[in-house]
């Protein structure tokens, strides 16, 4: 069995977005779970849409996402060059279409811009293309040789009959089968002496031998032409897998507005990395069994691109952040801690024990940015309304919780040991003192001391950090409130 290669092969034009995320990760995760090889090959022969640092963020994204190349522009595998710029300069590009044109299935085409726009136009996946008339095959070799001589600038054409179908292979989609008067005279090599995208794309992946290709929906439409080429080589085609659209929430196609369209944008919305690339592998993918946590050797593992489906994946925030909230409680104290510090300090300036609030907050988050909504009280008791000591469960009122907040007073005034267990102690003397349910003692504290509804721990957790000095006022300031609002 040959050995299975594939590629990721992005075009350096500004940040990763989820869609090649995901078919790096597709790509990456077929050739690993057969052993194969993946590499990693820049596409940059559209000068005019590289930016500057992009092929960075890729180097980045890879490095941190685990998708570890085998070969590339940084790991010779005896492929290379692995850019395509550097590739053009070895003249590839030029060897294999003049072998096109000898074969007939390539020409060169003089025609100037003004002639072109004369032509007729056609809407091709919403971008407006001329459709050739194949006006320069028709030059006899002498006429060719003659204006290459006269340096005249060109671009080389391939061939497609006017008659004729072709029939290309997708593993998801099939077998699909198009008219070749449909099919444009494409341009291979442009007058710059660059090939196209789509010429270098075959070259490439035939003479680095790469095995399956992945890749998005939007390149089917042009893949009956790549067929055509392969052909004309006499060249064997690789499996070719085109993934489904992903989609935002409204169906729509993923937008930099939605704020999920790349890896980077989820980042910083404090998405962490093995989340991402987790749910980024179920847009379009499932296994059998539906399981939905999967670390990367786990996806390796389980991987099979038979399973891919061919409906749009929608892209689904909500879940999103529910894996990563699963992700977060999983997570190793030590790590989580690092992570969460920066957004602990950037909401709690006082001296507080961030370490034990990171452990109240681990498992009630679900990205890092919602700690500030978790532990806001901390800074600042909040202006609350006295109806929160109403509870009913909890068999609070009003009346109830300014009596329950008068007799807690001197206990906790009287109180040394500020630790939970102390507290806790301390509390539940009280309650049996009463003999009342603890709720019925916990929850007007508790309310006192974060003037909230929900809290990330119980009283006395939140007393213990707080320390003695704000527990008291915080009860002190209880005890007030409800006796202006039960006068
Ligand atoms: N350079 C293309 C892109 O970035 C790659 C398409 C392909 O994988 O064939 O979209």
Not at 408 to 436: F, H, I, M, R, T
Not at 469 to 480: K, T
């Amino acid at each position: 069995m040959t050995k299975i290669r594939t590629r990721y092969a992005p075009s350096p034009t500004g940040k990763m977005h989820v869609g090649n995320l995901r078919s790096a990760l597709y790509e990456f995760l077929i050739a690993k779970h057969e052993g194969g090889d993946f590499m990693l090959r820049i596409e940059d022969t559209d000068q005019g849409r590289y930016v500057e640092g992009a092929t960075d963020i890729i180097y980045r994204t890879l490095e941190e996402t685990g998708l570890v190349h085998d070969e590339g522009p940084d790991k010779d595998g005896g492929y290379g060059p692995y850019v395509q710029s550097e590739r053009v300069k070895t003249g590839i590009y030029m060897k294999y279409a003049n072998e096109l044109i000898d074969k007939g299935e390539a020409y060169y085409c003089f025609c100037d811009r003004e002639r072109l726009s004369s032509l007729k136009t056609e809407v091709v996946d919403g971008k407006e293309i001329t459709v050739y008339d194949k006006h320069c095959l028709s030059l006899s070799r002498e006429e060719v040789e003659e204006k290459l001589a006269a340096g005249s600038p060109f671009v080389i054409r391939q061939n497609i009959p006017d008659e004729g179908t072709t029939t290309f292979h997708d593993e998801l989609y099939g077998d699909i089968t198009v008219n070749n008067s449909e099919l444009d005279d494409m341009i291979l090599i442009k007058s710059d002496g660059y090939p196209t995208y789509n010429f270098a794309n075959v070259v490439d992946d035939h003479t680095m031998n790469i095995t399956h290709v992945v890749r998005g929906n939007e390149y089917l439409s042009s893949s009956p032409k790549y067929v055509r080429l392969y052909e004309a080589f006499g060249w064997e085609v690789p499996v070719y897998i085109h993934l489904p659209l992903i989609t935002d929430e409204n169906h729509k196609k993923l937008s930099k507005r939605s704020g999920h369209a790349s890896f980077e944008d989820l980042i910083e919305q404090g998405f962490i990395t093995e989340a991402v690339v987790n749910y980024v592998a179920l847009l379009g993918w499932s296994p059998e069994d539906n399981r939905e946590i999967f670390t990367l050797d786990e996806l390796i593992e389980n991987f099979d691109y038979h399973r891919i489906s061919k409906s749009p994946a929608v892209f689904d925030m909500v879940k999103l952040r529910w894996m990563n909230g699963e992700y977060l409680k999983a997570m190793d104290f030590d790590r989580f801690y690092e992570m969460a510090e920066p957004y602990l300090k950037k909401a709690l300036t006082k001296n507080f024990n961030l370490r034990s609030i990171a452990a109240m907050v681990k498992t009630r988050i679900e990205i890092l940015p919602d700690i500030a909504g978790q532990v806001d009280f901390f800074e600042e008791l909040p202006e609350y309304e006295v109806e929160m000591y109403t509870h009913k469960k909890m068999k609070t009122s009003s009346e109830s919780s300014l009596e329950v907040l008068r007799e807690v007073l001197p206990v906790l005034e009287a109180q040394e040991d500020y630790s939970n267990e102390g507290l806790y102690a301390s509390l539940l003397k009280l309650v049996e003192k009463k003999g009342c349910k603890n709720g019925y003692v916990m929850w007007p504290v508790r309310t006192a001391v974060s003037g909230k509804q929900m809290t990330p721990a119980g009283a006395t957790e939140i007393m213990e950090i707080l320390g003695k000095e704000e527990s008291l006022r915080r009860i002190r300031r209880g005890i007030e409130k409800l006796e202006n609002a039960t006068a």
